[in-house]
């Protein structure tokens, strides 16, 4: 893609450029959003914003700019790059300032963005991918959309050594998400997910499909679950803004498991792809 958002300009790519002194280059001090598109059309751009502002603000990372500019240039950046179906990226660190562990308040954050084409996964969607079992290793805020995320990248590359598509993490034998999905487990046609607490990031594709799911008459309970129940469950399923809701056919790891697509699951994809613009 030809052109890039940096602060508050539209850009061609190769005029862009980052000081050796930002914080997110050397601290991973930042957030981040990922947007979805679909036939040019932005989707759940509200949801995706007002979590990335939640997000600055537990960072204490003061955005000046207002929601209505950030819509506007993300609409513009997805016109001048004739995006149809893909991604927008977005990112937002605490700005330039020598390296030190001690932020300054005040200064300005650094904001870029781009798009990148990406098809939906229907081959994942139709047959499911393997999953691998792990500790939780990151720390303690994963509430934060921070684009600090070495705990996340270790988890995926150990899932991906051992064949499987996404790692999935548990703290002390308690489930909490995917190294970039939320987790949902399906036991006698109700749904059991973690609840959105500091353990997890309240993904705006989890939240669409509990809307769902309750709108649809099923039951939703959000409370941790231990490892074990993984291999009673009736199925499983992975969400995230590029995943949307992915089926679960294996976990692996130090759950052994073997799983049946079902049927809730694909009510659930249904009912989410006719939201889709």
Request: glycine letters at 6%; charged letters at 25%; one cysteine or more.
């Amino acid at each position: 893609m030809d052109f890039v958002l940096q602060q508050e300009k539209i850009v061609r790519r190769n005029e862009a450029s980052i000081n050796f002194n930002d914080r997110g280059y050397h601290f991973g001090d930042g957030i981040y959003e990922v947007v979805r598109t679909y036939n040019g059309k932005v989707f759940a751009l509200t949801e995706h914003l007002d979590r990335f502002y939640a997000s600055a603000k537990k960072l204490d990372i003061d955005l000046s700019i207002t929601k209505e500019t950030f819509t506007d240039l993300i609409k513009q950046l997805i016109a001048k790059n004739e995006l149809q179906t893909g991604i927008v990226y977005l990112q937002v660190t605490r700005g330039v300032q020598p390296r030190n562990h001690l932020y300054k308040r005040g200064n300005e954050p650094v904001l870029v963005g781009y798009t990148e084409e990406l098809p939906r996964k229907k081959d994942l969607l139709n047959d499911g991918v393997d999953l691998w079992l792990t500790d939780d290793i990151r720390w303690l805020r994963c509430d934060i959309k921070t684009i600090n995320l070495l705990g996340n990248v270790m988890a995926k590359r150990e899932a991906a050594d051992q064949h499987c598509h996404e790692a999935i993490m548990h703290r002390d034998g308690t489930m909490t998400e995917g190294s970039s999905s939320n987790l949902f487990l399906v036991k006698d046609k109700t749904l059991y997910t973690h609840p959105a607490t500091n353990l997890i990031l309240n993904g705006i594709t989890r939240q669409l499909v509990i809307d769902l799911a309750e709108q649809s008459g099923l039951k939703v309970i959000e409370e941790a679950f231990p490892i074990e129940v993984l291999s009673i469950a009736d199925e499983v399923f992975i969400t995230s803004t590029t995943m949307e809701i992915t089926p679960v056919r294996s976990i692996k790891g130090q759950v052994d498991a073997t799983l049946s697509i079902g049927p809730i699951t694909r009510q659930l994809q249904e009912a989410f792809a006719s939201l889709l613009p």
